[in-house]
């Protein structure tokens, strides 16, 4: 079974450019989730998913984080304008129907904002 | 204030020795906890799941605990190896319907040869 994929691994930008991540999730797993983890510190999470209904994103920065989950597979999350806080390992985690306490996370991608 | 935490300091141990890492948190009343391995460049990846009313839970040279009146849970490795090491987060769920993690700042373990 394909874990979660997550493009790009590495990014660098300069603040306020734009920025985007693409999570294609472990297939027919429902739930998705966005993470941010910042060094040292755990993951945070940013959305929650159900097919392609938001359930929780009452941690997402709206003023500059946006995502979407079209077709309740793939999903993006956008980042406009960046700032230098943002810099994190933004993680995609995915959860089964029947197993839907244990989410299974992709490698993440890191940004590095300057 | 709601809070997890762990121990931000690395815990540095021979191989062969038992391994215990810990979770305390404050305010909040999860229905279980996870622990979770994480290496470097990695996401993190699910080890064990314990609920409320589980007191302890075993998975091959894993052991969790879950104590709801300390508010603390217990995470061993027994018989450690060097391949053991990696940071170890422990996420509790918020409780508050479909389900929702709260991280902890994970425990970083180093097993020496």
């Known amino acids: 079974e394909a874990g979660v994929a997550q493009s790009p691994r590495y990014k660098i930008i300069e603040k306020r450019q734009s920025v985007a991540f693409w999570c294609n999730p472990i297939?027919?797993?429902?739930?998705l989730y966005w993470y941010q983890q910042i060094l040292g510190q755990g993951p945070k999470l940013l959305i929650q998913?159900?097919?392609?209904?938001?359930?929780?994103d009452s941690q997402l920065p709206k003023d500059r984080f946006s995502a979407e989950r079209l077709k309740g597979v793939d999903s993006t999350l956008k980042i406009q304008p960046a700032k230098l806080e943002d810099s994190a390992v933004y993680l995609c985690?995915?959860?089964?129907?029947?197993?839907?306490?244990?989410?299974?996370f992709g490698p993440g991608t890191r940004l590095l904002v300057l | 204030s709601q809070k997890i935490e762990q121990n931000s300091e690395a815990l540095n141990i021979q191989e062969g020795k038992t391994a215990t890492l810990t979770c305390n948190y404050t305010n909040y009343s999860p229905a279980y906890l996870q622990w979770y391995r994480q290496d470097p460049g990695r996401g993190p990846v699910f080890l064990l799941l314990i609920r409320e009313n589980e007191k302890e839970k075993r998975k091959e040279r894993l052991k969790v605990t879950f104590d709801t009146t300390l508010k603390q849970s217990l995470f061993h490795i027994t018989a450690s190896q060097p391949a053991d090491s990696a940071t170890y987060l422990c996420?509790?769920?918020?409780?508050?319907?479909?389900?929702?993690?709260?991280f902890g700042t994970g425990t970083r373990l180093l097993v020496s040869p």
């Open positions: 998913f159900q097919n392609n209904g938001v359930v929780d």
């Open positions: 996420a509790l769920d918020k409780n508050t319907g479909f389900q929702k993690l709260v």
């Open positions: 297939s027919g797993h429902a739930t």
């Open positions: 985690a995915s959860s089964p129907p029947r197993a839907w306490e244990t989410q299974y």
